[in-house]
């Protein structure tokens, strides 16, 4: 089902981990970000789109990770765009033969059969430094940087008062580093939330990736609480973040801090080696 969060913008949200799609209303159509996880939910979205009369006119993902880079038969065959940087890392990811293989074995196997794959990261390119998606419909203005994942966008619909974060400032995830890509994956995922803060001034509405949508209070909030949390990690202190304490969304999130906690200390300690 649809829910509206601004003026001709709506959100469909998955079971699986909350994931947000985001519906912008254009003159000829929408624009799709983000389409979504299980095939019967696109398929839900697709019915609701042309009940309301309206096609996709184009799709977009926010980053190259492949619960936002999924596709449905049903919504047609509009142009999916994303970064230079998010297509080139999907075509190295995707080209060769054991892609579909390693991406199944990503899916908890309770839901893989319920992804469709087949339609699987068909990226058009925007190239590199494209301001706005090319869409007849409100400006949305591409922000790029490169926490989480490479080419990562954020997205800004400045008259509609609306921020659309990816995989960042999420209420239920803590910041998951890109520790693949990245030679400093805490300063980059820090870079990107300077952006982001420096762009969120008007903003009324978050909506991130996975987890809840946000008011205007919740910008700074979250945006603190993403930061607070990497300079924890960082500085090897203590962190106290409620989306991996006792009364976290989801418990598994408690080993993936682990895991960059281990990361980040490898790296400090490889840096402060002498020679
Ligand atoms: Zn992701």
């Known amino acids: 089902m649809l829910r509206q969060v601004a003026e001709g913008v709506l959100i469909h949200q998955s079971e699986f981990f909350q994931t947000n799609t985001v519906v912008v209303r254009g003159r000829a159509g929408v624009l799709l970000i983000d389409p979504g996880v299980r095939g019967d939910e696109m398929a839900c979205l697709a019915n609701d789109l042309s009940d309301s009369g309206q096609t996709v006119v184009a799709g977009f993902s926010t980053h ?5 880079l999924l596709w449905h038969d049903s919504l047609g065959e509009a142009p999916r765009y994303g970064t230079a940087r998010c297509a080139a890392t999907v075509r190295d990811r995707l080209s060769d033969a054991g892609a579909k293989a390693r991406i199944t074995g990503l899916i908890p196997p309770d839901l893989v059969k319920q992804v469709p794959l087949d339609l699987l990261g068909l990226i058009t390119c925007l190239p590199a430094g494209t301001a706005l998606i090319p869409w007849d419909g409100p400006e949305v203005r591409i922000i790029e940087h490169q926490a989480h994942a490479p080419g990562h966008a954020a997205l800004l619909i400045e008259e509609r008062g609306v921020l659309i974060a ?13 520790l693949n890509d990245s030679a400093d994956p805490v300063e980059n995922y820090l870079a990107a939330l300077r952006l982001i803060e420096g762009a969120a ?3 009324d509405v978050v909506v991130p990736g996975h987890g809840s949508v946000g008011g205007a209070d919740q910008i700074r909030a979250r945006i603190e609480q993403d930061r607070a949390y990497l300079h924890a990690l960082r500085d090897a202190r203590v962190v106290s973040d409620p989306r991996i304490g006792p009364s976290a969304a989801y418990d598994s999130l408690r080993a993936v801090h682990e895991r960059q906690l281990q990361n ?12």
């Open 201 to 203: 001034d008007d903003v």
């Open 64 to 68: 190259p990770h492949w619960d936002h």
């Open 166 to 178: 990816g995989d960042t400032l999420s209420d239920v995830l803590i910041p998951l580093l890109d």
């Open 264 to 275: 980040v200390t490898r790296r400090r300690e490889r840096e402060g080696t002498p020679g």
